[in-house]
């Protein structure tokens, strides 16, 4: 009624009000009734063919617009400038994620979003409540189903292989079920639920792995794999770039394919917030070209 009462202060007649709010004239004419009681005021008083305004009802005028201002604004939530935000995010995720797609994600910043401040927190398997209770905004993880009252994006498949170092002795050879399963292993600690349905498939066929050794970062696992007759097993896009940065070779799994669904995650609290939209956005360009930049470069 309020948007009604400010197009009839504004167009002085029911049937030009009408039209301009897509009602009848009847209809403009039964909430005119209701603003008279509610305000306790004729407001328009007919004069022959016209309306002139009250004294209450000039008077409202000016409030009435800068009030109908603010409710759209209340209603369409504030507009959004990232030169302008000097909003704190929190990312959690592995040390992989800090060392090799952190840097992008902070040079884009530096161009668009200069104000903006992040803190990475390193991620531990299946915490969830991070998003809930935490104050972690981005969570990029391996992720088979989104849990509950979280949001999310895909970021794209991988599929896990064994890398190993380029002399290691089964680095020139057809890895079979039983040659995987008699090698020293190393972990990468946090990474359970991503290889577990591996030690099912071993357990199945009466083998088990042995692990030899398990680290928190992939940066220690890189140096311990280069020069330590190890089997790590990783998502293939990570052998890439390891292979990059050392000499590492990698093969298929000696089982039935699996799939890594990687997600970028963040909580239902966050999911119409215009800056977090920008902000996910933003990340999920980088870790999506990431992903995708080095999966193109397979081989067994």
Known sequence: ???????????????????????????????LVQLRDQLRDPLLIREGQRYILTA??????????????????????????PAECTRRFAISGSDYIADN????????LSQQAPGVRVMFHMWESGHYRLLADEGVDLVPTIADALPENLHG??????????AMRANHPLADQALSLHAYAAADHLDIG??????????HHLAQAGL?????LSVPFYS?????????????????????????QAPIVWKALPIDA???????????????????????????????????????????
């Open 258 to 300: 699996h799939i890594y669904r990687y997600w970028l995650l963040w909580h239902a609290r966050s999911q119409h917030d215009p800056a977090h939209q920008w902000f996910r956005n933003l990340v999920h360009s980088v870790l999506f070209q990431s992903i995708h930049g080095v999966t193109q470069f397979r081989r067994d």
């Open 153 to 162: 994006r895909a970021l794209g498949e991988d599929r896990p292989v064994c």
């Open 1 to 31: 009624m309020l948007r009604t009462l400010d197009v009839l202060l504004e167009t002085r007649n029911l049937t030009a009000a009408g039209r301009l709010l897509g009602m009848t004239q009847s209809a403009v004419s039964r909430q």
């Open 190 to 199: 946090g990474g359970g639920d991503k290889i577990s349905f591996i030690d």
């Open 101 to 108: 797609m952190l840097p992008d994600v902070m040079a884009l």
């Open 220 to 244: 220690t696992a890189l140096r311990l794999l280069a020069t330590n007759d190890l089997l790590l097993t990783i998502p293939e896009h990570v052998a890439v770039v390891f292979a990059r």
């Open 56 to 81: 209450r009802a000039v008077s409202l005028r000016a409030p009435l617009k800068a009030m109908l201002v603010d409710m759209a604004a209340l209603m369409e939530g504030p507009l959004f400038d």
């Open 208 to 212: 088990a792995r042995q692990v030899r």
